[in-house]
């Protein structure tokens, strides 16, 4: 494929991380707007992108083809990244459909110093519900710097209308557990806990709500794998 101003077709940097003009670009570029067919999962997979997250996002980066492979025999999945940086930087984009545009995509964008911005996600999931019925979005993160009420009032919002939210906390603040729990627990969702920087407990929960994404329940129930029943004992909690 030609490349053209350092750039390949879809519109993507040739290497390196990009700027946020330049990631806004490929999220409409890369992504679609098109009904999903019937049966097609789809689920948020929201993360934090803040300075000392770039381990976790790195991780991420080389776990998210799981997500498509737990869902392939269940009718497949769309993907919505979901991401907070910087300042003020909070961005979403379209629905993904295979995990080498993912990929491509999340490896464009490097973590800046910034506080977190749980509520603005929450707020992008509210507006996915409304547009097109969104039923699950996952949220990896280890901090909260807002306050928690604020943000279980807009989870118990989410909830009414259907969202269940299933929070990852990457290591064991105990004031931010409390919180995200509370949080999953309004919308009928669950909260699971993994290790600093363990890959293999990550890529098992991320292939559990990718399954229930895609199967719900009854997906997580056939399954052997052990974040499935990690996420089936939270989802009874």
Same mark, same amino acid.
């Given at each position: 494929?030609?490349?053209?101003?350092?750039?390949?077709?879809?519109?993507?940097?040739?290497?390196?991380?990009?700027?946020?003009?330049?990631?806004?670009?490929?999220?409409?570029?890369?992504?679609?707007?098109?009904?999903?067919?019937?049966?097609? +999962? !789809? *689920?948020?997979?929201?993360?934090?992108?803040? #300075?000392?997250? $770039?381990?976790?996002? /790195?991780?991420?980066?080389?776990?998210?083809?799981e997500l498509f492979a737990a869902a392939a025999d269940l009718g497949g999945l769309?993907?919505?990244?979901?991401y907070y940086r910087g300042a003020s930087e909070c961005k979403a984009s379209g629905?993904?459909?295979?995990?080498?545009?993912?990929?491509?995509?999340?490896?464009?964008?490097?973590?800046?110093?910034?506080?977190?911005?749980?509520?603005?996600?929450?707020?992008?999931?509210?507006?996915?519900?409304?547009?097109?019925?969104?039923?699950?979005?996952?949220?990896?993160?280890?901090?909260?710097?807002?306050?928690?009420?604020?943000?279980?009032?807009?989870? +118990? !919002? *989410?909830?009414?209308?259907?969202?269940?939210? #299933?929070?990852? $906390?990457?290591?064991? /603040?105990?004031?931010?557990?409390?919180?995200?729990?509370?949080?999953?627990?309004?919308?009928?969702?669950?909260?699971?806990?993994?290790?600093?920087?363990a890959g293999d407990q990550l890529r098992s929960l991320l292939r559990a709500v990718?399954?229930?994404?895609?199967?719900?329940?009854?997906?997580?129930?056939?399954?052997?794998?052990?974040?499935?029943?990690?996420?089936?004992?939270?989802?009874?909690?």
């Amino acid at each position: 494929m030609s490349r053209k101003d350092g750039k390949d077709g879809k519109g993507l940097p040739a290497t390196g991380t990009s700027s946020a003009d330049d990631v806004a670009a490929f999220l409409k570029a890369a992504t679609h707007t098109v009904p999903r067919p019937v049966g097609r +999962g !789809r *689920l948020a997979f929201a993360l934090d992108a803040t #300075f000392s997250r $770039q381990p976790t996002w /790195d991780l991420a980066c080389g776990l998210q083809a799981e997500l498509f492979a737990a869902a392939a025999d269940l009718g497949g999945l769309d993907v919505k990244l979901i991401y907070y940086r910087g300042a003020s930087e909070c961005k979403a984009s379209g629905w993904v459909e295979d995990p080498l545009t993912l990929g491509r995509l999340m490896g464009t964008i490097a973590c800046q110093g910034g506080q977190t911005q749980i509520g603005r996600v929450l707020g992008h999931l509210e507006g996915e519900v409304e547009r097109s019925g969104l039923k699950a979005a996952v949220f990896v993160g280890d901090a909260l710097e807002e306050d928690a009420d604020a943000l279980c009032h807009k989870a +118990g !919002r *989410l909830g009414v209308m259907g969202l269940k939210l #299933f929070i990852f $906390q990457e290591g064991y /603040d105990q004031r931010v557990e409390a919180a995200f729990r509370e949080m999953a627990r309004l919308t009928g969702g669950a909260w699971c806990r993994f290790e600093p920087g363990a890959g293999d407990q990550l890529r098992s929960l991320l292939r559990a709500v990718a399954a229930y994404a895609a199967g719900g329940r009854p997906a997580l129930q056939a399954s052997r794998e052990q974040g499935a029943r990690l996420l089936l004992s939270a989802l009874k909690s």
